[in-house]
C-alpha cells in the first residue's frame, strides 16, 4: 500500500492533548501559505483559480479564501448553496448529472453552469438566461490517471463527452470547454493532455470564451513546476483567446491539517493490535478506497510495529502497521498527516462511531479554537 508523504510542517510542535478525540485540527497559516502560492501563479499567469469545495469546504476560513482567488467551484445544488452564503467571487458548478428539480436554483446561484454532455444541456435549455456562462465538460480521451479507477479517461468513463464525438452544433450557446483528467499530479501531466487535446478542440476556440483545466493540479507541492505552468498558462490564454480557470482542490490544504486520534487498546495476535478512536471506514475512507497509507506524525524509522484499526465492526477496518512515537498503551495520542482535504468531507457515521470535531489553530499566534463538534444526533437524525 502507497503511503502518502505529508509534511508535519508546525505540528510538530502542537500539543495533541489540547483537543479531544477523533479531531481534525487545520492551520490557518499553512492554508494562507497555499492560498499565497495559488494566488502567485493567478497574478503571473492571468489565470482564474477556483477553490474546489468537494475536497476542502471548511467555510469557516472561506474569508481566507476569498482574499487569495477568484471564486469556487461546486458540484452541485448543497455545495453552490454553500458557496452562494459564505465564499466570495465566482461560482462555478459542474455535476455529471443534474436534476430537474434542482435546475432553476443552480442557475440563478451560479456563475457557470458546466454540462457533462450535449443531452444535458439540449433538456435544461429552458432554464438557462443570460446571466450565467454554459460550459461543456469534455473527455479528452488521454490517460493520465496512475490509478485507473480515479482516471476520468479510463475506458466508458463517464465523466465528460468524449472529444471524438464533439461536433459544431454541440457548442450552441456554450461558452466553454471543461476537462478535469489530473490527480495529485504536477505539470508535465497536464502539457501532455493539452498537446493531445488542442488538434481536435482548435477550430472552436473563436466560439469559446474560457477553457477550464479542472483540478488535481498538486500546485502547492514544494517539487510542483510553477513557472512552467505560468508560461504555459499564458501560452494558452495567447492562442487561443480564451480565458484559462483552474480548479485546485488538494492543493488548498495540503498539509494543512491533522487528524488526532488515541490509542483504545492494544493486545497481541500475531503482531501488536492496536485499537483508535480512528476509524478508516468511517474518517478516511480513501484509505480503504484509494488505497493508501496515511503518514503518521513523527512516526520512528525502526522498532516494532503496531497495526491500527478503528473501533467500528468491519474487518477491513484497519488504517495500517505504524511504529508510534509513543508507547503502545491506552491513553497515548497520536495523529496522521495531511488529512485536511477529502478527508474532512467524507467522513460518515457508519456503526455509530463519532465523528471528529474541527478546531482551527494559528500555528503563529497559537490560538486554537473549536470550529465544530458533533454530538451522536448527528447519527440519530439522519436515521429517523
Known sequence: ??????????????????????????????????????????????????????????????????????????????????????????????CAGYKEADMAEIVAISDHVIFNSPAQHRRFAGYLNGSVDVGLRINPEHAEGEVAKYDPCQPCSRLGFPVSQL?????????????????????????????????????????????????????????YQRDELVEFIKSVRNETGCEVYLEPGEAIA??????????????????????TDISATCHMPDVIEAPYRPAMLGELSDGPAVRLGGPSCLAGDIIGDYRLPVAAEPGQRFAFLDQAHYSMVKTNTFNGVPLPSIWLWNSESDELRCVREFGWEEFRDRLS
Open 167 to 223: 461536433k459544431p452544433d454541440h457548442l450552441d450557446g456554450v461558452s466553454g470547454l471543461h476537462f478535469h483528467t489530473l490527480c495529485e499530479q504536477d505539470f508535465e501531466p497536464l502539457q501532455r493532455t493539452w498537446d493531445s487535446l488542442k488538434p481536435k478542440i482548435a477550430p472552436y476556440f473563436d466560439r469559446l470564451k474560457w477553457l477550464n483545466f479542472g483540478g488535481g493540479h498538486h500546485i502547492t507541492r514544494a517539487d
Open 1 to 94: 500500500m502507497e503511503t502518502r508523504a505529508g509534511d508535519p510542517g508546525a505540528f510538530a510542535r502542537f500539543d495533541l492533548y489540547r483537543v479531544p478525540t477523533p479531531a481534525f485540527v487545520v492551520d490557518e497559516v499553512a492554508v494562507r501559505r497555499n492560498l499565497a502560492i495559488l494566488a502567485d501563479v493567478r497574478a503571473r499567469s492571468g489565470a482564474k483559480v477556483l477553490s474546489a469545495l468537494k475536497a476542502f469546504s471548511m467555510w469557516s476560513l472561506a474569508d481566507v479564501v476569498g482574499e487569495y482567488l477568484d471564486g469556487v467551484c461546486t458540484s452541485g445544488l448543497w455545495e453552490a448553496r454553500l458557496a452562494r452564503d459564505h465564499y466570495k467571487g465566482e461560482i462555478a458548478t459542474y
Open 254 to 275: 495540503l498539509d494543512a491539517g491533522i487528524l488526532v486520534g488515541e490509542l483504545l487498546d492494544v493486545f497481541e495476535n500475531g503482531m501488536p493490535i492496536g485499537i
